[in-house]
Nanobody, 123 residues
Framework: QVRLVESGGGLVQTGGSLRLSCTAS????????MGWFRQVPGKEREIVAA????????HYMDSVKGRFTISKDNANNRAYLEMNGLKPEDTAVYYC????????????????WGQGTQVTVSS
């Protein structure tokens, strides 16, 4: 069973930066496509970014393109979401998720989930 733990959330001012980390345990991280999702209370969860198991293919939601960067370190079982130019509308709980990489980079079906980390951007 894969276990994912996020860290790195916090409070930041508009225009600031944060780096979220997702540490995996369970032994098959190199086979996982990883995604970062976010959710605001009362709204549906949305996928922010995804990266293929081999870290060669990435996908971003339109509103974060050019500001966020997803990366994956298979040697250290970690995925990252570098967030720059943060805006108040980026405020949400951010979750990392993983799935065996045998679907499209655009698929939002994931099997493993972290507990989430709060990101708050003040105006």
């Amino acid at each position: 069973q894969v276990r994912l733990v996020e860290s790195g959330g916090g409070l930041v001012q508009t225009g600031g930066s944060l780096r979220l980390s997702c540490t995996a345990s369970g032994g098959i991280f190199s086979m996982l496509k990883m995604g970062w999702f976010r959710q605001v209370p009362g709204k549906e969860r949305e996928i922010v970014a995804a990266i293929s198991a081999n870290a060669l293919v990435m996908h971003y939601m339109d509103s974060v393109k050019g500001r966020f960067t997803i990366s994956k370190d298979n040697a250290n079982n970690r995925a990252y979401l570098e967030m720059n130019g943060l805006k108040p509308e980026d405020t949400a709980v951010y979750y990392c998720a993983g799935v065996i990489d045998r679907t499209s980079i655009y698929s939002e079906a994931y099997d493993y989930w972290g507990q989430g980390t709060q990101v708050t951007v003040s105006s």
